[in-house]
């Protein structure tokens, strides 16, 4: 299972982002799917999830700014970012569960300046 994180970059409050997670040995279309983020000295915290059949769940902090998507296609997982503001700075990691084990993207870094 991999799964491979980019779109991160530095952006001021206010700004947008789309973020990526191209996954690869599951089969997507049948996996629910996750984004986390952990801001420098914090533990990794949800962001929101989306199911096979794409509903989807966000913390109260990014409900509304944040849209979560997905690509069966192309087995990626999209994080779309708008209205950005300081506090969302932080690595993000996309994330899924397989055989009972939870795995990990390598974090793709998010920094908005105010």
């Known amino acids: ?3 491979q994180a980019s ?3 530095s952006v001021q409050a206010g700004g947008s982002l789309r973020l ?3 996954t690869s040995g599951i089969n997507f279309r049948i996996h629910g799917m996750s984004w986390y983020r952990q801001a420098p000295g914090n533990q990794r915290d949800l962001v929101g999830n989306i199911s096979s059949s ?3 769940n966000y913390v109260e902090s ?3 700014r944040f849209t979560i998507s997905r690509d069966n296609t192309r087995n990626t997982l999209y994080l779309q970012m708008n209205d950005l503001k300081a506090e969302d ?3 993000y990691y996309c994330s899924t569960f ?3 084990r939870q795995f990990w993207g390598r974090g ?3 920094t908005v300046s105010s």
């Open 1 to 3: 299972v991999q799964l």
């Open 7 to 9: 779109g991160g970059g």
């Open 20 to 22: 990526s997670c191209k």
């Open 54 to 56: 794409h509903s989807t």
């Open 62 to 64: 990014v409900e509304g």
């Open 89 to 91: 700075t932080a690595a």
């Open 98 to 100: 397989w055989r009972g």
């Open 108 to 110: 793709t870094l998010v």
